[in-house]
């Protein structure tokens, strides 16, 4: 039913702005009627297959492998990594609940690092004072799509033994001197969740590039059994391997990230577009002082996945979220940082001062982003800042 057409009791308002819409290709039913016809719909048949080396192709990982979400690929590293209770993995406290979750799943204690001022990603100068004898591994998590600095991470973890988990789940074809995000660390994990740039509604991989962890990656995807290899016809029948779960995706869902997939390029450089208007719209709030526009390292290549502002203060950013919510404007805030958090309090700790975390937290707004957005609906976003902020 279009939007246009007249609803008893429901007014529609034709100037509402989404905060987000997914991108959709064309193709996404034609590949999901395919997979159906075929009548072959369990997973890593040939859409999953073809999504696998793409992926692999594309961000220059060892081996791609979908799984469900990316929440199901970082309990896959969780696994692979051999997680015992009370070993201790660094990480932010500004991210979302599934890099820590997953750790916490194996007893794994959460230890929270403050994030850059500039990118808000994890602060690569803060890990070495964080490092105990407990510590097992360091998951920088890419926001927004912009890479942490990959470099003094990957030799902080060389020096102590430690293991690198990229949370990559914003961050597909975002890249970091030229190399895809999630194909740097030991393990990598992207999402398709309907929220991120490329979706099957829910969905995800683990990139797994040091070769030692292939083959468990396999067989701790398909229940703790050796069925890959026997789908490959290298054993004669499959076998209880070692603990392991469901996580591969259907057929169907594959079918529908395919499609996804051959577009991604599109998707991409429309978001980016997006982004940079925002950016240029913004610059004067900027030099203002009304504002602070997301820094993008020039060694980092992103993906337009979000665009945010930092304002003054909490008040400012409740004045503006009220105007939003008024005009149907969609606009959020995230993340309540983790170590505030009850779950985070619970079963996770502090590894230093969290100042800048908690900070910018209060003071982080984020504006419509999608595709297909016009430059009209984006003058209109920016329009309420004219009248709200210094
Ligand atoms: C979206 C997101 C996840 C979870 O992804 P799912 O595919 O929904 O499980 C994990 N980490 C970060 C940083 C995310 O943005």
């Known amino acids: 039913m279009s939007r246009s057409t007249p609803q008893i009791g429901i007014e529609v308002n034709e100037n509402r702005i989404p905060f987000n819409t997914p991108a959709m290709t064309g193709n996404e039913l034609k590949y999901v009627a395919e997979a159906h016809f075929s009548k072959k719909l369990a997973g890593d048949g040939s859409f999953t297959g073809?999504?696998?080396?793409?992926?692999?192709?594309?961000?220059?990982a060892g081996k791609a492998l979908l799984t469900h979400s990316c929440t199901a690929a970082l309990e896959m590293a969780v696994l692979l990594l051999d997680i015992q209770p009370g070993d201790e993995i660094i990480m932010p406290s500004y991210t979302f609940v599934s890099t820590a979750n997953a750790f916490v799943l194996r007893?794994?204690?959460?230890?929270?690092?403050?994030?850059?001022?500039?990118?808000?990603?994890?602060?690569?100068?803060?890990?070495?004072?964080?490092?105990?004898?407990?510590?097992?591994?360091?998951?920088?998590?890419?926001?927004?799509?912009?890479?942490?600095?990959?470099?003094?991470?990957?030799?902080?973890?060389?020096?102590?033994?430690?293991k690198v988990v990229e949370d990559a789940a914003q961050a597909v074809m975002a890249t970091y001197k030229g190399r895809g995000l999630g194909s740097i660390g030991h393990l990598g994990a992207y999402s398709f969740h309907e929220t991120k740039n490329i979706i099957s509604g829910e969905g995800g991989a683990l990139l797994v590039n040091d070769p030692a962890f292939t083959r468990r990656a396999e067989i701790i995807r398909e229940k703790g059994t050796d069925r890959s290899r026997y789908l490959r016809g290298e054993v004669d029948k499959y076998t209880w391997q070692e603990v392991g779960s469901s996580f591969l995706p259907s057929e169907l869902i594959a079918a529908y990230l395919w499609a996804q997939l051959e577009s991604a390029e599109k998707i991409t450089q429309a978001r980016l577009a997006h982004w940079e208007r925002y950016h240029a719209l913004l610059e004067p709030f900027e030099r203002r002082g009304a504002l602070r526009r997301p820094i993008v390292p020039k060694e980092c290549q992103h993906n337009g996945h979000m665009y945010y502002v930092l304002v003054e203060d909490e008040h400012v950013r409740q004045r503006l979220l009220d105007e939003y919510r008024r005009q149907e404007i969609g606009s959020v805030f995230h993340?309540?940082?983790?170590?505030?958090?009850?779950?985070?309090?619970?079963?996770?700790?502090?590894?230093?001062?969290?100042?800048?975390?908690?900070?910018?937290?209060?003071?982080?707004?984020?504006?419509?982003?999608?595709?297909?957005?016009?430059?009209?609906?984006?003058?209109?976003?920016?329009?309420?800042?004219?009248?709200?902020?210094?």
């Open 50 to 60: 073809r999504c696998n080396e793409w992926l692999q192709e594309r961000s220059g």
């Open 335 to 390: 993340y309540v940082p983790l170590h505030s958090s009850p779950g985070g309090q619970r079963y996770g700790k502090a590894g230093g001062p969290l100042d800048v975390t908690i900070d910018q937290s209060k003071r982080l707004i984020r504006l419509p982003l999608w595709a297909g957005l016009t430059e009209t609906q984006q003058m209109r976003v920016v329009d309420i800042f004219s009248a709200l902020v210094k």
């Open 107 to 162: 007893g794994g204690v959460p230890v929270f690092v403050d994030v850059r001022e500039d990118t808000m990603n994890l602060d690569e100068r803060l890990i070495e004072a964080a490092i105990t004898p407990r510590t097992r591994a360091i998951v920088p998590v890419h926001y927004a799509g912009v890479a942490c600095e990959m470099d003094t991470i990957v030799s902080i973890a060389q020096r102590h033994g430690l």
